[in-house]
C-alpha cells in the first residue's frame, strides 16, 4: 500500500514542524518579496536588462529564473531556520530513493501533461479573448550561444522549481495546512501554487499539477517524489510547447498536429489511470 490520506504517516516527527498560521505568513512572504523585488527593479538602469535580451533571449530568461527562483529560495531558507524545521523530512515527511515510486510518479505527471496540456491551451485562449489581452511580442534575439543558453535554460527551469518551490509549498505551506486535514493542505496549497505564478492563462494546468504532486507528497510522505514530479513537469511543458508550433506550421502539420493531439490524450489518459490506481491503492 502506498499511503491513506486518512491514516497517520509513520516517521521522525518534528517537534518545531510549520503550522497553518506559518502557511499563512510563508505565502504572504513570498508575494511580498515578489512586489518589493519588482518596485525595486524599476530603479535598475533598463539598459542592463536590454543588452542582455538583445544579446541572447535564453540567456536573459536564465537571468529572469535564477532571480525569481532565488526570491523563493531565500523565503523557504529564511522561514525554515526561524521556525528550526526542516522542510524536506521532519513530521513524517522523508526524502528518500524508490526506483518503482519515481517511475511511477514520472509516469504519473506524463499523464497529467498529455491528457491535460491542450486543455491548458485553450484556457489560456479564452483567457487571452475575455481580457483581451495581447501576446507580447517575443524577438528571438540569439548570439553564437544561443544552443548552450537554451539548453541550460531548460535544466534550470525545469530544476530550481522542482527543489525551491517544493521547499516553501510541499515543505511548509502544505505541512503547515495539514492540520486542518489532509485533502485540504493538498488542494488550498496547490491553489496557493498556482495563483503564485501569476498567470491566469497557465492555472488550470499549475493547479492539476500541483494536486498531483501534493497527493504524492502525502500519500508517500517523500519529498523526493514531490521534486522529481516537478521536474519532469516543466520539462515535458517546456518539450509540448516546443512541438506543437512546428506540428501546425502547415495545412498538413495541422492534420498530423491533430492526429498527434489525439494520441497524446489517449496515452495520457492511460499513463492517468496507471498513476491513480499506483498511487492509490
Same mark, same amino acid.
Given at each position: 500500500?502506498?499511503?491513506?490520506?486518512?491514516?497517520?504517516?509513520k516517521?521522525?516527527?518534528?517537534?518545531?514542524?510549520?503550522?497553518?498560521?506559518?502557511?499563512?505568513?510563508?505565502y504572504i512572504?513570498?508575494l511580498?518579496?515578489f512586489?518589493?523585488?519588482?518596485?525595486?527593479?524599476?530603479?535598475?538602469?533598463?539598459?542592463?536588462?536590454?543588452e542582455?535580451? +538583445?544579446?541572447?533571449?535564453?540567456?536573459?530568461? !536564465?537571468?529572469n529564473? #535564477?532571480?525569481?527562483?532565488?526570491?523563493? $529560495? /531565500? *523565503?523557504?531558507?529564511?522561514?525554515?531556520?526561524?521556525?528550526?524545521?526542516n522542510p524536506f523530512?521532519?513530521?513524517?515527511?522523508?526524502?528518500?530513493?524508490?526506483?518503482?515510486?519515481?517511475?511511477?510518479?514520472?509516469?504519473?505527471?506524463?499523464g497529467?501533461?498529455?491528457?491535460?496540456?491542450?486543455?491548458?491551451?485553450?484556457?489560456?485562449?479564452?483567457?487571452?479573448?475575455?481580457?483581451?489581452?495581447?501576446?507580447?511580442?517575443?524577438?528571438?534575439?540569439l548570439s553564437?550561444?544561443?544552443?548552450?543558453?537554451a539548453f541550460?535554460?531548460?535544466?534550470?527551469?525545469a530544476?530550481?522549481?522542482?527543489?525551491? +518551490?517544493?521547499?516553501?509549498?510541499?515543505?511548509? !505551506?502544505?505541512r503547515? #495546512?495539514e492540520?486542518?486535514?489532509?485533502? $485540504? /493542505? *493538498?488542494?488550498?496549497?496547490?491553489?496557493m501554487?498556482?495563483?503564485m505564478?501569476?498567470n491566469?492563462?497557465q492555472?488550470?494546468?499549475?493547479?492539476?499539477?500541483?494536486?498531483a504532486?501534493?497527493t504524492v507528497?502525502?500519500?508517500?510522505?517523500?519529498?523526493?517524489?514531490?521534486?522529481?514530479m516537478h521536474?519532469f513537469n516543466n520539462?515535458f511543458a517546456?518539450?509540448?510547447?516546443?512541438?506543437?508550433?512546428?506540428?501546425?506550421?502547415?495545412?498538413?502539420?495541422?492534420?498530423?498536429a491533430?492526429?498527434?493531439?489525439?494520441?497524446s490524450?489517449?496515452?495520457?489518459i492511460?499513463?492517468?489511470?496507471?498513476g491513480?490506481?499506483?498511487?492509490?491503492?
Open positions: 500500500m502506498v499511503g491513506s490520506f486518512g491514516k497517520k504517516r516517521g521522525a516527527y518534528n517537534p518545531n514542524r510549520v503550522n497553518a498560521l506559518d502557511s499563512g505568513v510563508a512572504a513570498v511580498a518579496v512586489a518589493l523585488a519588482s518596485f525595486g527593479l524599476q530603479y535598475v538602469p533598463t539598459e542592463f536588462f536590454r542582455i535580451y +538583445e544579446y541572447d533571449v535564453y540567456l536573459y530568461l !536564465i537571468v529564473t #535564477l532571480f525569481s527562483q532565488f526570491l523563493i $529560495f /531565500a *523565503v523557504a531558507l529564511v522561514y525554515s531556520l526561524i521556525r528550526k524545521s523530512s521532519g513530521g513524517g515527511f522523508v526524502a528518500k530513493k524508490d526506483a518503482v515510486h519515481s517511475l511511477s510518479a514520472v509516469i504519473l505527471t506524463a497529467i501533461m498529455m491528457t491535460f496540456y491542450y486543455v491548458h491551451l485553450q484556457f489560456g485562449s479564452d483567457v487571452t479573448t475575455f481580457t483581451g489581452s495581447t501576446d507580447f511580442p517575443f524577438e528571438e534575439n553564437e550561444l544561443a544552443f548552450v543558453y541550460l535554460y531548460v535544466i534550470l527551469s530544476l530550481l522549481p522542482a527543489v525551491f +518551490e517544493e521547499m516553501l509549498f510541499r515543505g511548509i !505551506i502544505m503547515g #495546512l492540520q486542518y486535514g489532509k485533502v $485540504f /493542505a *493538498v488542494v488550498v496549497s496547490s491553489l501554487f498556482a495563483l505564478h501569476g491566469f492563462e492555472l488550470i494546468l499549475q493547479f492539476i499539477g500541483g494536486l504532486i501534493g507528497v502525502m500519500l508517500t510522505g517523500n519529498f523526493v517524489l514531490g521534486s522529481l521536474f520539462f517546456m518539450i509540448f510547447a516546443a512541438m506543437i508550433n512546428p506540428l501546425e506550421s502547415t495545412a498538413f502539420g495541422i492534420y498530423r491533430t492526429v498527434a493531439d489525439a494520441a490524450i489517449v496515452i495520457g492511460a499513463f492517468l489511470i496507471f491513480v490506481l499506483y498511487f492509490g491503492s
